[in-house]
């Protein structure tokens, strides 16, 4: 079923529908820079940066490579959980940077320590290299913590491209124990780079996210198409020991369909699992939060009762 748009976007909606037809129009061809600036774009819809009593850039280092992290913490003497944080933007786009007021939001409403990470991106790295980088920093994080307490609760969270590093992370840890989290947060996750579910057609045209835009991130991500399957979370292994998941999901969303199958393929498996789905809310709205800030502040809520339930 086709999602029904909150009014709050209409406005939205329509000029991102214009300027895709006029790209069409004209002929323009996407390329990876193009998409990187449309997406920082989105930083001019959530000005809200709220005060944190600790924010710094730190670095894991990883054998050949750095790995660039925010660390966050509303209460630096006060051991508390970890959140591992993986931005969206189709394993291409996103950044810490664009992501900082998101994540503080994270920490406070959470009251927890938050790490944004800045993993390699799409086609310069493509598919495992921003896994391994998630894998690496999970079990290495608190190289990062040095100045904060901290307890032993740690959860890894991610939006669309930053679900699919989770559920990926989620996958491995069925066969490496060291992988070592009890949680995982999932906004609106990329599982099926199939694109078998029924919204990617439902939802494909006139949501922000199309189709043929979900297609060309995942053209740039894999050098081999054969490894589209294999890679998805939703084909991919899961137990009872996978971690409690909190599945969040939007009406308008092409992605909104293996989401929703991926939460009861973790049911099945005996996990346990929250779903909460914003009805009229399109993919990556967490990155709108000027136009829709109840919403965003519902998301930051059952973000944060997750983690410390």
Not at 160 to 168: E, F, Q, R, V
Request: proline residues 6%.
């Amino acid at each position: 079923m086709r999602g029904v748009l909150s009014k709050k976007l209409n406005g939205f909606i329509m000029t991102v529908n214009e300027a895709i037809a006029e790209a069409k129009a004209s002929g323009g061809v996407a390329t990876p820079e193009l998409a990187r600036e449309k997406l920082a774009a989105l930083g001019a819809f959530v000005t809200k940066v709220p005060n944190i009593a600790f924010a710094k850039d730190r670095v894991i280092t990883a054998a050949n490579h750095d790995i660039p992290v925010k660390v966050y913490s509303p209460s630096p003497a006060q051991e508390l959980p970890v959140l591992i944080y993986f931005h969206g933007g189709g394993h291409m786009c996103g950044s810490a940077d664009l992501y900082d007021p998101m994540c503080r939001n994270m920490s406070l409403a959470a009251h927890c320590i938050v790490i944004n990470v800045d993993y390699r991106l799409a086609p310069e790295f493509p598919y495992p290299d921003g896994i391994d980088d998630a894998e690496y920093v999970v079990k290495n994080y608190q190289s990062v913590l040095q100045d904060l307490s901290f307890n032993n609760k740690l959860v890894i969270g991610g939006d669309s491209a930053g679900g699919a590093i989770c559920t990926s992370l989620t996958m491995r840890k069925t066969a490496d124990p060291a992988l070592d989290f009890s949680k995982q947060i999932l906004i609106y996750p990329s599982v099926d780079y199939t694109m078998s579910s029924p919204s990617i057609e439902e939802n494909g045209t006139g949501f922000f996210l199309e189709k043929a835009r979900i297609d060309w991130y995942f053209d740039n991500y894999f050098v081999d198409p054969n490894d589209r399957k294999n890679a998805s979370p939703l084909y991919g292994p899961v137990n009872a020991e996978s971690p409690e998941s909190l599945v969040i999901l939007a009406g308008c969303d092409p992605l909104r369909d293996e989401g929703a199958s991926y939460a009861r393929k973790l049911v099945e498996a005996g996990v346990s699992v929250e779903k909460y789905q914003f009805d009229n809310m399109i993919h990556a709205f967490m990155n709108l939060e000027d136009l829709v800030p109840e919403e965003c502040s519902r998301l930051y809520q059952l973000m944060g009762d997750f983690v410390n339930k």
